[in-house]
């Protein structure tokens, strides 16, 4: 059973950056696409970004294009996401989770490991 453990969020005002990091349990990672979601109150799931194994494959959402960047870290088993000009729409809990078997995807449903999220507050 893979573990995923993110940290790195906090309470920031509009325009200032914050760097999340998602440390998994297990050497298997090494093969999962990761991908970072998120989730405000009251609203659904979104899709943030997501990386494949050899960092081949980077896909953006729309809301966080030219803003976030994903990398990863085989050797740390570490995935990251770097947030910057953070808006208060960016306020939402943000999850990593892993996908085994995909070169790449932006579907939740075939994530097969999610943390418990970090939150995130963009104040204006």
């Known amino acids: 059973q893979v573990q995923l453990v993110e940290s790195g969020g906090g309470s920031v005002q509009a325009g200032k950056s914050l760097r999340l990091s998602c440390v998994a349990s297990?050497?298997?990672?090494?093969?999962?696409?990761m991908g970072w979601f998120r989730q405000a109150p009251g609203e659904e799931r979104e899709f943030v970004a997501s990386?494949?194994?050899?960092?081949?494959?980077?896909v953006y959402g729309d809301s966080v294009k030219g803003r976030f960047i994903i990398s990863r870290d085989n050797a740390k088993n570490s995935v990251y996401l770097q947030m910057n000009s953070l808006k208060p729409e960016d306020t939402a809990v943000y999850h990593c989770?892993?996908?085994?078997?995909?070169?790449?995807?932006?579907?939740?449903?075939?994530?097969?490991?999610w943390g418990q999220g970090t939150q995130v507050t963009v104040s204006s």
């Open positions: 989770a892993a996908a085994r078997g995909y070169y790449s995807t932006q579907d939740a449903n075939v994530y097969d490991y």
């Open positions: 297990d050497r298997t990672f090494s093969r999962s696409v």
């Open positions: 990386i494949n194994w050899n960092n081949a494959a980077i």
